[in-house]
């Protein structure tokens, strides 16, 4: 079953505009990541946060961790264009031998 | 440096045949995953291997399998197949322990 569970599914904003996706998982983990796939290719890497981070930067990303919420949030600033694109969320569970497990996407589209 | 390559980019296939996806991951990557992304949908993760070792399966029947050759590269084999095989296969490449995984474009399977 999926770990993490992303939401909204979708979301459109204008160009400028600031989007925000959140992650949800289920058991506890070492690390959060968010990737982005563009229309159907493989993905990029964009941010890992550990378990004792709160708040990280990435040029326009910022991520969030609650793990007493068990949840991430995905904030990108000044939108652009060349954002739209779907993103994921993706968690390494504490034990286990799955090392990472995907969430199921959320789906930005930026108008320019 | 090279990313992760996968091959082919497309593969059309009839119901019940057979079909060899391969992967080469990025130099010095010992951890070679894969994905099933059906039209829409997640990544449902499928299989790892690390240092020719299967590590792990996800929940995909029996005729979905693969192995890790001494250079790490990877193939996944998917026999018999049925038309929700359907999908754009995703390999990934990891380094030991570093939980970042590093994405090929795909391969988009069609099963007619």
């Known amino acids: 079953s999926q770990q993490g569970e992303e939401d909204p599914q979708a979301l459109s904003i204008q160009e400028g505009e600031n989007a925000t996706m959140n992650c949800s998982y289920k058991?506890?983990?070492?690390?959060l990541q968010w990737y982005r796939q563009n229309s159907g290719r493989g993905l990029v890497h964009l941010i890992l946060i550990r378990s004792n981070e709160r708040e990280k930067h990435s040029g326009r990303l910022r991520v969030t961790l609650d793990t007493s919420k068990k949840s991430s949030s995905l904030l990108i600033t000044a939108s652009r264009a060349a954002d739209t694109a779907s993103y994921f969320c993706a968690t390494e569970s504490r034990g286990g031998y799955q090392k990472v497990t995907f969430g199921t996407g959320t789906k930005l589209q930026v108008i320019p | 440096e090279a990313g992760v390559t996968q091959s082919p980019t497309h593969l059309i296939k009839t119901r019940g045949q057979q079909a060899t996806l391969r992967c080469s991951p990025i130099?010095?990557?010992?951890?070679v995953y894969w994905y099933q992304q059906a039209l829409g949908l997640g990544l449902q993760f499928l299989l790892w291997y690390d240092e020719g070792e299967e590590r792990n399966r996800g929940n995909f029947p029996p005729r979905f399998s693969g192995r890790q050759f001494p250079n790490y590269s990877s193939e996944l084999n998917v026999n018999a197949l049925e038309l929700e095989d359907s999908a754009l296969y995703l390999c990934a490449s990891s380094w030991g322990v570093d939980e970042t995984q590093y994405f090929g474009p795909g391969t988009r399977l069609l099963v007619l």
């Open positions: 058991t506890s983990i070492n690390n």
């Open positions: 130099s010095g990557h010992t951890s």
